[in-house]
């Protein structure tokens, strides 16, 4: 939203909201020239005809660019004359990584303040827009309203939501003067009354709308088909247009934010470093460069801000051919304790990657048929975000697989073994597709009643790309506090803090037939296990818990109900506890 106004960031949620019902069967050109008509009489035509009316809708709002964009210009003058400077002193957020977790939640209590003040100016400037664009919304509504189903509440969610965007379009502009002023007087520690009421009242709406348009989708999901499926790739394309356009035009709102003396983002040049270049067991060439910020910062991952790129070549090609994929990579290397060691398939390769620590100069890969290949570790520096050193291998997967990585020292004595999973890196042409989009796996209510949903984006090796989504803006009151690497069940947390508090415990649980409980205030309580889809290729169960306060311990149990293992949850929840003293607001 702070891109270029709240108006915009509907026209994006449209689009989504489009995408997540995948049912969308019509061209523009045929939206153009289908009339919606209320005798639509069975589900197939009212289907129909709404898409025709979404379709309309779209294209009247893009329509109607040029005009909201001159509206807010001028209001953008008016608001930047009149508290010219009140945000001046507004400090930047720390980049550093080495602060305690309460330093972290006051870190993360001024971005989410700036970025709530920062709304609240988008919102203001592109209030005119919004009301130019209302006509277009009214009309849509008046056509939706028209349309029945033989499920009556399919009509119902389609009401709901487009009574909902006309609402949003129809809110007085935010004080927004005034809200800054009271942020600035506070010394930047607590936004104003009206502020946090603006934010409630926007974080329900959206809680709202987000439960409607997932109930929308699943009513509607029926009507998908082939051909939807082959147009919803089409989709993708147009909205990645409809990105590029909604983002073009970010100048006006950055003119007055400048004016008002919100300071331009503190951002690390960028810049590509060759750090080094390799050749692998297969004869494909590789090269190590630094990506400081970029993707990972882009993806909200927590306090990584200092990563390298591995890239490698296609099979024979030349080093200006170099690619790069797979997870973990850009690999973060600001968390040097942390160990992640990544395996992927590459064009029927198997890839091995991995941080190692500085005293590590080579690593030694063991082959399930004996075979062992050892290689030079890519040294980083300390300028360049180390010292670490990086490892980077490809072998054919169709021969053999990794089994351990040895890493040796400088006089070539082990220093550490690591044991890597078994998994079958398959030829590209029996390669599963993964999904071009986010697939939710699960959804449900805070204990304050806020709307989560857990999704996944693809899969790779077993190894599926899962978050969670608890609000208006997924870094707002909300940390994760990184993934347990345990035997069976690697998992991941995410806490929000006052006025909410809540601790979401997720993971993939790959033994057939395990659980996981949580020991809570209130005794034992079995974590939720949910299957997932076959089209992600998973070899595992979504396994969840929710709650007011993290448990303080968590236990795995086999198939026949035996304890497998137990984890201390007690260093985490202080963990939380302390970032969350330092999230809260002081009291005024």
Same mark, same amino acid.
């Given at each position: 939203?702070?891109?270029?106004?709240?108006?915009?960031?509907?026209?994006?949620?449209?689009?989504?909201?489009?995408?997540?019902?995948?049912?969308?069967?019509?061209?523009?050109?045929?939206?153009?020239?289908?009339?919606?008509?209320?005798?639509?009489?069975?589900?197939?035509?009212?289907?129909?005809?709404?898409?025709?009316?979404?379709?309309?809708?779209?294209?009247?709002?893009?329509?109607?660019?040029?005009?909201?964009?001159?509206?807010?210009?001028?209001?953008?003058?008016?608001?930047?004359?009149?508290?010219?400077?009140?945000?001046?002193?507004?400090?930047?957020?720390?980049?550093?990584?080495?602060?305690?977790?309460?330093?972290?939640?006051?870190?993360?209590?001024?971005?989410?303040?700036?970025?709530?003040?920062?709304?609240?100016?988008?919102?203001?400037?592109?209030?005119?827009?919004?009301?130019?664009?209302?006509?277009?919304?009214?009309?849509?509504?008046?056509?939706?309203?028209?349309?029945?189903?033989?499920?009556?509440?399919?009509?119902?969610?389609?009401?709901?939501?487009?009574?909902?965007?006309?609402?949003?379009?129809?809110?007085?502009?935010?004080?927004?003067?005034?809200?800054?002023?009271?942020?600035?007087?506070?010394?930047?520690?607590?936004?104003?009354?009206?502020?946090?009421?603006?934010?409630?009242?926007?974080?329900?709406?959206?809680?709202?709308?987000?439960?409607?348009?997932?109930?929308?989708?699943?009513?509607?999901?029926?009507?998908?088909?082939?051909?939807?499926?082959?147009?919803?790739?089409?989709?993708?394309?147009?909205?990645?247009?409809?990105?590029?356009?909604?983002?073009?035009?970010?100048?006006?709102?950055?003119?007055?934010?400048?004016?008002?003396?919100?300071?331009?983002?503190?951002?690390?040049?960028?810049?590509?470093?060759?750090?080094?270049?390799?050749?692998?067991?297969?004869?494909?060439?590789?090269?190590?460069?630094?990506?400081?910020?970029?993707?990972?910062?882009?993806?909200?991952?927590?306090?990584?801000?200092?990563?390298?790129?591995?890239?490698?070549?296609?099979?024979?090609?030349?080093?200006?051919?170099?690619?790069?994929?797979?997870?973990?990579?850009?690999?973060?290397?600001?968390?040097?304790?942390?160990?992640?060691?990544?395996?992927?398939?590459?064009?029927?390769?198997?890839?091995?990657?991995?941080?190692?620590?500085?005293?590590? =100069?080579?690593?030694?890969?063991?082959?399930?048929?004996?075979?062992?290949?050892?290689?030079?570790?890519?040294?980083?520096?300390?300028?360049?975000?180390?010292?670490?050193?990086?490892?980077?291998?490809?072998?054919?997967?169709?021969?053999?697989?990794?089994? $351990?990585?040895?890493?040796?020292?400088?006089?070539?004595?082990?220093?550490?073994?690591?044991?890597?999973?078994?998994?079958?890196?398959?030829?590209?042409?029996?390669?599963?597709?993964?999904?071009? =989009?986010?697939?939710?796996?699960?959804?449900?209510?805070?204990?304050?009643?806020?709307?989560?949903?857990?999704?996944?984006?693809?899969?790779?090796?077993?190894?599926?790309?899962?978050?969670?989504?608890?609000?208006?803006?997924?870094?707002?009151?909300?940390?994760?506090?990184?993934?347990?690497?345990?035997?069976?069940?690697?998992?991941?947390?995410?806490?929000?803090?006052?006025?909410?508090?809540?601790?979401?415990?997720?993971?993939?649980?790959?033994?057939?037939?395990?659980?996981?409980?949580?020991? $809570?205030?209130?005794?034992?309580?079995?974590?939720?296990?949910?299957?997932?889809?076959?089209?992600?290729?998973?070899?595992?169960?979504?396994?969840?818990?929710?709650?007011?306060?993290?448990?303080?311990?968590?236990?795995?149990?086999?198939?026949?109900?035996?304890?497998?293992?137990?984890?201390?949850?007690?260093?985490?929840?202080?963990?939380?506890?302390?970032?969350?003293?330092?999230?809260?607001?002081?009291?005024?």
């Amino acid at each position: 939203m702070t891109a270029g106004g709240a108006w915009r960031a509907f026209v994006l949620a449209l689009v989504a909201s489009a995408l997540l019902c995948g049912i969308d069967t019509l061209s523009y050109a045929e939206a153009a020239s289908t009339p919606v008509t209320p005798s639509a009489t069975t589900d197939a035509q009212a289907t129909r005809a709404y898409l025709v009316a979404q379709h309309r809708l779209i294209r009247a709002l893009l329509h109607g660019l040029t005009a909201a964009r001159g509206a807010e210009g001028v209001v953008a003058e008016r608001i930047a004359g009149e508290c010219r400077g009140v945000l001046s002193g507004v400090p930047q957020p720390s980049l550093s990584p080495e602060r305690s977790p309460r330093a972290r939640g006051e870190n993360d209590r001024l971005t989410h303040q700036r970025q709530t003040v920062e709304r609240e100016l988008a919102s203001a400037i592109a209030t005119p827009g919004d009301s130019l664009l209302r006509r277009v919304e009214k009309t849509y509504a008046a056509e939706v309203h028209r349309l029945s189903w033989n499920n009556p509440e399919i009509a119902s969610l389609l009401q709901a939501l487009a009574a909902s965007r006309l609402a949003e379009l129809s809110t007085p502009a935010p004080p927004f003067c005034a809200d800054a002023r009271a942020w600035a007087q506070s010394g930047f520690r607590a936004l104003s009354v009206a502020s946090r009421e603006l934010e409630a009242v926007e974080a329900a709406r959206q809680s709202s709308v987000r439960r409607e348009e997932r109930a929308l989708s699943a009513l509607l999901e029926p009507e998908e088909n082939a051909s939807a499926r082959a147009l919803m790739r089409r989709t993708s394309t147009l909205e990645i247009e409809l990105f590029a356009e909604v983002l073009s035009d970010a100048g006006t709102l950055e003119r007055a934010g400048r004016i008002v003396g919100l300071p331009e983002p503190k951002k690390e040049p960028r810049k590509d470093v060759k750090l080094g270049r390799g050749r692998t067991a297969v004869g494909t060439r590789f090269a190590v460069n630094t990506t400081s910020g970029g993707l990972l910062s882009s993806l909200g991952a927590g306090s990584c801000h200092r990563s390298v790129s591995v890239f490698y070549s296609l099979l024979g090609g030349s080093p200006e051919g170099l690619i790069q994929g797979g997870p973990n990579n850009p690999i973060c290397v600001s968390r040097p304790r942390e160990r992640d060691p990544a395996l992927f398939c590459e064009a029927g390769l198997e890839v091995i990657q991995t941080a190692v620590p500085a005293s590590v =100069r080579s690593v030694r890969l063991v082959l399930a048929d004996g075979h062992t290949i050892e290689s030079h570790v890519v040294p980083v520096p300390r300028r360049d975000g180390g010292p670490v050193g990086i490892y980077a291998q490809e072998i054919r997967g169709s021969s053999s697989h990794a089994v $351990t990585l040895v890493e040796l020292n400088a006089d070539g004595v082990a220093e550490l073994s690591l044991h890597l999973p078994r998994y079958r890196c398959v030829k590209p042409r029996e390669q599963p597709e993964i999904p071009p =989009r986010l697939v939710e796996l699960a959804a449900g209510n805070t204990p304050e009643g806020e709307f989560f949903a857990i999704s996944a984006f693809g899969s790779i090796n077993g190894q599926p790309f899962v978050t969670v989504d608890t609000g208006v803006d997924p870094e707002v009151n909300e940390v994760t506090l990184g993934r347990e690497a345990s035997k069976a069940f690697p998992w991941s947390l995410s806490i929000g803090c006052a006025p909410h508090p809540y601790a979401i415990l997720y993971g993939i649980l790959a033994p057939p037939g395990a659980s996981v409980t949580a020991q $809570t205030t209130q005794g034992a309580v079995a974590l939720n296990v949910v299957p997932i889809e076959s089209r992600l290729h998973t070899k595992g169960q979504l396994v969840y818990g929710v709650f007011s306060e993290l448990p303080s311990e968590l236990t795995v149990l086999g198939a026949n109900g035996a304890s497998v293992y137990t984890e201390d949850l007690q260093a985490k929840a202080t963990e939380a506890a302390e970032f969350c003293e330092g999230y809260e607001e002081p009291a005024s």
